[in-house]
């Protein structure tokens, strides 16, 4: 009879034990955008979007930042703490297993003995010891997937660390090359002007010149000559922050040595249309959704907490008062037993724990949908940006073209005398500006791409492209 009970009892512990108390997880529906773009398009960018720009600088760098990166180290170091978080969640579904040896001799005095003398005796045991809880309700189920969704979504945090990184050590890296080549536009029109301003000089000791020519050369030269320096100060400053993005030392930031090309690449073809489905390549957006069902799964968790805790124990094992007759069978012993626990009255904190999971839980379900927006957002500002840098890089090219006729004519009339030095000036004004403008408007096309490379979670393939499915 007593072993019918048993069986009975394991049964319905069985039976009990996938029961579950976390809400089912559906993802949050977000109602998507149209289509940014009618017409399908067939090229191809892996990943590794960086490499297309043909940079074998630009590859080192990005490669050096994912090696050294202080904080892809710090990323790296939290995965290995969620996966021994999930190693410690795993293990508590399973029976906990001691070994216990002892051994003790004990005199009892003759004052204390009911025997009336004093004895000594000896005691020696050899056992094994079991305790398993009982998952009836879920919890440490819950708490393992709980667990598991965590190191998914820290999995996913160092992704989006990473695109950051790649991404930032590109803009930096390319703003260099800008720079670099602002630095060589500039000083070859400080040569030029100095040239000038020299001339200008021989021409006013010889009587040629009024006085006020002279000194608005200088003033010119003077004014491209402080340009220059300023250049020198953001080329500084920006390769300090590639020294830091690289993981560089105190000492190597103070070198500041890096290769950079001198010319910007060609821009890459993007394609005309961007599929929905390119987003879920976004780290963020599947963090937010493993940080959503981590929340979800803790519910489960914290209601578990309504219910008895139950825990089976055991023991196996060897008790002597003699070492020699502990391997004898006549020395083996077990018991078994169980726990149940039972808190009648909390004051509301198991309560209270189940409200602080569901607004956890609600607030995850907030990032999540705020993520997804976000991320659109991001896509659709990066498409207007490629479009726009791209017309007024067209804009500036045409005004370059028309500045540098300026400058030519006005230095025609300026030799026969139909116009004063002043409009020389200004015309030789308006085509550095315009020329260093050039310059940024290349960089910011190449920039306006690494930002939707980003916004896209990196890149997009060949493959994922389709007319129904689009953003």
């Not at 579950?20 to 399908?40: E, G, I, R």
């Not at 050294?68 to 939290?78: C, E, I």
Request: glycine fraction near 4%.
């Amino acid at each position: 009879m007593k072993k019918r009970l048993y069986i009975y009892l394991l049964v319905s512990a069985i039976g009990f034990y996938s029961c579950s108390f976390a809400p089912k997880y559906s993802k949050p529906q977000v109602n998507l955008p149209p289509d940014l773009a009618k017409t399908a398009c067939d090229t191809a960018i892996n990943t590794k979007w960086w490499q297309n720009y043909k940079d074998e600088n630009l590859n080192m760098l990005i490669e050096e930042a994912l090696k050294n990166n202080d904080d892809l180290k710090l990323a790296a170091t939290r995965i290995e703490e969620a996966r021994y978080r999930l190693g410690f969640a795993k293990a508590d579904r399973f029976p906990f297993i001691n070994a216990n040896a002892a051994a003790s001799r004990q005199r009892t005095s003759a004052e204390a003995s009911q025997l009336g003398s004093a004895y000594t005796n000896n005691y020696f045991s050899l056992s094994a010891d079991v305790a398993y809880e009982l998952d009836l309700w879920g919890k440490l189920k819950n708490r393992k997937e709980a667990a598991y969704s965590t190191l998914l979504s820290t999995k996913a945090g160092k992704d989006t660390l990473q695109l950051s990184l790649v991404s930032n050590v590109a803009t930096v890296y390319f703003n260099l090359v800008s720079l670099a080549r602002q630095l060589q536009t500039t000083e070859n029109i400080l040569t030029s002007y100095k040239e000038i301003y020299e001339f200008r000089q021989k021409q006013f000791k010889h009587g040629i010149l009024d006085e006020m020519v002279v000194q608005q050369a200088k003033a010119q030269y003077d004014s491209v000559k402080i340009l220059l320096e300023n250049l020198k100060e953001q080329d500084a400053l920006l390769k300090n922050t590639l020294s830091l993005i690289l993981g560089k030392t105190p000492n190597e930031i103070f070198d500041n040595l890096y290769n950079i090309n001198l010319q910007l690449p060609e821009p890459i073809k993007v394609p005309a249309l961007l599929p929905s489905k390119l987003l879920e390549n976004r780290p963020d957006i599947l963090q937010a959704e493993e940080t959503l069902k981590a929340a979800n799964f803790q519910i489960g968790v914290a209601k578990a907490a309504y219910f008895p805790s139950i825990s089976l124990t055991g023991a196996l094992g060897l008790h002597s008062f003699e070492l020699d007759n502990l391997m004898q069978s006549s020395a083996r012993m077990w018991n078994i037993g169980g726990n149940l626990i039972e808190p009648v009255l909390d004051f509301g904190r198991r309560n209270s724990n189940v409200k602080i999971t569901e607004a956890q839980q609600k607030q995850a379900v907030i990032q999540y949908v705020k993520t997804v927006k976000t991320a659109f957002k991001e896509v659709h500002d990066a498409l207007i940006k490629i479009k726009t840098s791209g017309n007024k890089l067209s804009a500036q090219e045409e005004e370059l073209k028309a500045l540098e006729r300026v400058l030519f004519l006005a230095n025609k009339k300026y030799e026969v005398g139909v116009v004063d030095y002043l409009t020389v000036l200004d015309a030789q004004r308006g085509y550095l500006n315009s020329s260093l403008n050039l310059i940024s408007y290349q960089t910011e096309v190449i920039n306006s791409q690494i930002v939707l490379y980003k916004a896209l979670g990196g890149g997009w393939t060949k493959a994922l492209l389709s007319k129904n499915d689009s953003i």
